[in-house]
């Protein structure tokens, strides 16, 4: 029998968690967060990730172990539907935080107030024939409560946290506001650039890189993160993830024999990623009758893809090309991922290449097309580099992909 010692209890939790709670859920990235820290000390940083790899509970830790030289504040930017309310929730989130004095808030809520008044008034009215009130533009806003943060932090670093900035930008754009998108990047960029102790952290399951191609086709040509490299979040390794899948088993008393041996077949099957690992256990605790052995477990996933169900939502994946990808990029897209879905140690890009043009919607694409389409999809996690060969991230999405797409050449 498995010592159980080893594990400490611990229920599955899929809902948001903060600062005060981090440390009791968030397991193994005790490293990944130090790392982090000693990164934004050195200067501004993108944190990055495909979706489900846990960038937001490990922010979250992150600011709970915040070392004696940073003032960090944590923003999320992902229901915000304005630049200007931008500003205006930002500083609600520092003044409840105390970052800024409650006259500087004052101010600003006085101002987003007048921006409501006059949207409303404008709307269903002709411009050239309305008088409209001069408003403080809310980029020079946005400089003046940085400029706040930073003098409340005096000889610590400030850091602001973006999370989800990219699903904002996106929002922007798709409200023909790419002018605010623009200044937003721009702004946020110089403010680092004005303040040496002043760090931004950006975050979002959605890459910046597919937000700047689109403002690039509509003429944009600056570069707003080129002095902030990645900070890439990888899986757990193999311990650590046998070690959460085991607390996990534990805390849902899943019956096992050897719990060790379960935790790590667990991880294996999850791709070690923390939220596939809890949707594994979480299958295992609504099936009581089944007596769990390795094998078993490493079905699981199969068992998922033909429920029908999609309970750890994988079909975002697929999906998400549609939302987010030009439209004549998502064809091809599919193409290489329905290639690749086909072998778990990848394919050189020639023969990629070749099988791609095979496929009935990119019979025309040329290498070029293909090979800036596999550079997109690395952009965006889908895909890495090994050896001379492209292959699937996270062998847990190949087998999702091969299930529902590749196997068929759809």
Known sequence: MTDTKKYKPLKIRFANIDEKNSAKFVIGRDGCVSALWNDIRSGSVRVLSERRMGKT?????????????????????????????????????????????????EIINKWFDSFRRLLQRLQGKTVASYAIPEIDPWNSLLSDTCRHFVEHSKNQISVLIIDELPFHLDKLMKANAHDDAIQLLDTLRSLRHKFPSFRIVLCGSLGLHIVLGELREKGYSGEPVNDMPPFEVPPLDPEQSRYLAGCLLLGEKIPCKDIDVIAQSIGESSSNVPFYIQHLVRWMRDRKDVQWDEKKVGLIPEEWFESGTDPAQISYYNNRLDEYYPLDIV????????????????????????????????????????????????????????????????????????????QYGA
């Open 57 to 105: 509970w490990l922010l979250q830790l992150a600011l709970a172990r915040k070392p004696e030289w940073a003032v960090p504040i944590y923003f999320d930017a992902q229901d915000i539907n304005s630049a200007p309310e931008f500003v205006w929730r930002l500083n609600k989130e520092m003044n409840e935080k105390k970052f800024i004095s409650d006259e500087w808030y």
């Open 331 to 406: 064809d091809k897209a599919r193409s290489v991922l329905d290639v690749l879905s086909s072998r778990q140690e990848g394919m050189d890009l020639r023969k990629i290449i070749n099988l791609v043009r095979h496929h009935p919607k990119t019979i025309t694409a040329d290498a070029g097309q293909i090979s800036k389409v596999i550079e997109i999809l690395r952009d965006d996690h889908y895909i890495i580099a090994h050896d001379g060969k492209w292959k699937f991230k996270l062998e847990i999405i190949r087998k999702w992909w091969w299930n529902s797409r590749g």
